[in-house]
Structure formats: C-alpha cells, structure tokens
C-alpha cells in the first residue's frame, strides 16, 4: 500500500542518515523523497492521502524525515511544515518537547524492552539533530 511505501522509503531516508551518517543534500535523499511524494499525496487532492488516517503519529514521523530531505527546495519543504501543523494539531501536541516524544513513540514501538537496542536507540539518539527542521518554522506554541 502507498501507506507501507511510504513507510519504508522513511525508514530507509531514517537509516541512511542516522546509521551512514548521509547528509540529506546527498542526492540520494532527492531520489527517497521523489519516491516518498509519489506514496504521500494524493494527486488530485494535493493533500495527504486518506489512508493515513488513524495513522497520524506514523504519518508525521514520514512528515519530518520528508521535512528535513527537502531542506532546499522551499515550496516542498513548506508543503512538508504545513501539514506537520495540521497533524500536531490533530494530536495535541503543541511543544517540542511532544513533538519529539511522538516521534519516539513511531521510533521505539516495542523496542524498550530489548536492551541492545536499548543501548543503540541512546547511541543514535544523543547524536540525532532535528535543527534541520527549523522548529522556528513550525512555532507550534501558536497553533
């Protein structure tokens, strides 16, 4: 499903960054995020496609990899911020403190009770920057 795609294609964008240590100018992450438009949104609409529903924690951890792949192109990347607005909003979270649990909580699943990946969740963690995604832009206190 475009839902699943959508899914592995951040999972990959998610391990290439953090595991390879790939900036996200690297022109592969322009390829994931080709790929990743394709499964996302709707084409008629141009909006996310309804099959996220239900799914919107999943939806916006694929909404903040795809935010920080498409850091030089302006009008995808604000198309990415706009609708991680509207998701933060649908889940009631209105800090970045929220906002990085819920991604967490996509990240970490059942995991917490492995203690090897215990151990490697807090190696990538402590090195994870969201400063790409310029929560400036985001300024979710004022939604």
Request: glycine letters at 6%.
């Amino acid at each position: 499903s475009s839902l699943g795609a959508a899914c592995f294609i951040s999972a990959q964008m998610y391990l290439y960054h953090t595991l390879r240590d790939y900036p996200f100018e690297v022109p592969v992450f322009q390829m994931f995020l080709q790929r990743l438009n394709s499964n996302l949104w709707d084409h008629v609409t141009r909006s996310v496609d309804v099959i996220w529903e239900g799914n919107e924690q999943m939806l916006l951890w694929v909404l903040s990899l795809g935010a920080l792949a498409s850091r030089g192109d302006g009008m995808m990347r604000n198309r990415y911020v706009r609708e991680i607005h509207r998701i933060c909003d649908v889940l009631g979270v209105f800090s970045l403190e929220g906002f990085v649990t819920m991604l967490n909580g996509v990240v970490w699943r059942d995991a917490e009770r492995d203690l090897n990946l215990v151990a490697l969740w807090n190696e990538v963690h402590s090195g994870m920057s969201f400063e790409n995604l310029s929560f400036e832009e985001l300024n979710l206190e004022a939604i």
